[in-house]
């Protein structure tokens, strides 16, 4: 079946508008472009029905409003998240963002979901060399850290709130309060990362450095203009490397043993 796009109304009359437009019976015509069409005042009627009012004009002539099938019957395959524009197939180079709407794969918020994606990689990486060490409460911290990213993920894809509030036990306010303050709470001074504090904190601060990188690519996804659309997945992000940074604390006091 052919499909009738805005994009292709566009094209078509980019020098000139019609009074009226003729679509074959047999066309999809998507939601965007019957708007497009209303928007710029232009009858749009169906091929069948011309033919029948060749017959008698005055007679049937308000019969191509009743033929016009509802916008809320036609549910392309695809739709660009861009244009409006249907598609019968996804492009190679195009990638599902909310439902079936497509967007381009180096679209920001794509990017971010691959940050999120690669980050889960580290943790489990991590996860596999601290249990070879026999740390168990951290590769259980870890889990927990795990379940957390994961959950930023399924909000951002879903469009819903993030909602959890405390991560290994703590909740926003103490992570953000003990991060800055590590030798109130853990008895040791702010951590300047070097090779000779050994393998299991260098391989935390190359994960809390990695949320950083998280959190970037998700205030250049969800900026508009100077806004923000997601501050609670960037207050989350923010979170999560504070709750990391007390990890390294933790592990440095000798408290996971």
Not at 19 to 44: G, W
Not at 46 to 74: H, W
Not at 127 to 153: C, G, P, W
């Amino acid at each position: 079946m052919k499909v009738l796009t805005e994009e292709a109304l566009r094209l078509k009359f980019k020098n000139k508008l019609p009074k009226r437009y003729v679509v074959n019976s047999n066309v999809l015509v998507t939601p965007s472009a019957r708007q497009f069409l209303r928007d710029k005042n232009i009858e749009m009627v169906v091929e069948d029905m011309v033919k029948e009012n060749t017959q008698d004009d005055n007679k049937n002539r308000n019969k191509y409003e009743e033929l016009e099938i509802p916008a809320e019957r036609i549910v392309p395959k695809y739709i660009s998240y861009y244009s409006g524009g249907a598609l019968e197939s996804k492009p190679e180079h195009m990638t599902q963002i909310y439902g079936n709407k497509l967007v381009f794969k180096d679209d920001p918020r794509i990017i971010f979901r691959g940050k999120l994606d690669s980050l889960q990689s580290k943790i489990i990486e991590l996860q596999v060399f601290i249990a070879s060490k026999n740390i168990i409460k951290l590769v259980e911290d870890l889990d927990e850290v795990l379940n957390y990213t994961r959950e930023i993920l399924k909000a951002e894809v879903l469009e819903e709130e993030f909602n959890i509030k405390s991560l290994i036990g703590l909740r926003e306010e103490q992570l953000r309060e003990m991060s800055h303050h590590p030798k109130k709470y853990f008895r040791v001074d702010h951590i300047l990362p070097n090779y000779k504090m050994g393998e299991v904190l260098v391989g935390l601060n190359s994960l809390r450095s990695t949320v950083r990188e998280v959190e970037l690519t998700a205030i250049k996804a969800f900026r508009k203009d100077f806004e923000l659309t997601r501050i609670d997945i960037i207050r989350a992000l923010n979170r999560l490397s504070s709750c990391i940074y007390i990890m390294m604390c933790k592990h440095k006091a000798g408290l996971y043993k």
